[in-house]
């Protein structure tokens, strides 16, 4: 059973950073792609950033030049590195493992259950 276990959201003031932590289990991580993903009250799942098995990564165009997917298969873990972040970055960020995935969130297969941002201006 594949599960997707997201940490590292909190509190933070506009300007701070955090690091998103999605450890993954029953899955073999360097066959996937895995995405970050993000969720405001009231608004649609909007893609972040994703790094597919190449090595390959998208950004959005908000998280272009402030944050930073990385993956460390051998941990089984994916991070989501966010600078300079805003109020508007506020959202559940989620963590996604897909096959050949890229910025559609239907492309991918597993999700976790989310971790809370919240940018104080």
């Known amino acids: 059973q594949v599960q997707l276990v997201e940490s590292g959201g909190g509190l933070v003031q506009a300007g701070g950073s955090l690091r998103l932590s999605c450890i993954s289990s029953g899955l073999t991580p360097n066959r996937y792609s895995m995405g970050w993903f993000r969720q405001a009250s009231g608004q649609e799942r909007e893609f972040v950033a994703s790094?597919?098995?190449?090595?390959?990564?998208e950004y959005s165009d908000s998280a272009k030049g402030r944050f930073a997917i990385s993956r460390d298969n051998a941990a089984n873990t994916c991070y989501l590195q966010m600078f300079s972040l805003k109020p508007e970055d506020t959202a559940v960020y989620y963590c996604a493992a897909g096959w050949a995935a890229g910025t559609d969130p239907h492309e991918y297969d597993h999700w976790g259950q989310g971790t809370q941002v919240t940018v104080s201006s």
């Open positions: 790094i597919r098995s190449s090595g390959f990564i």
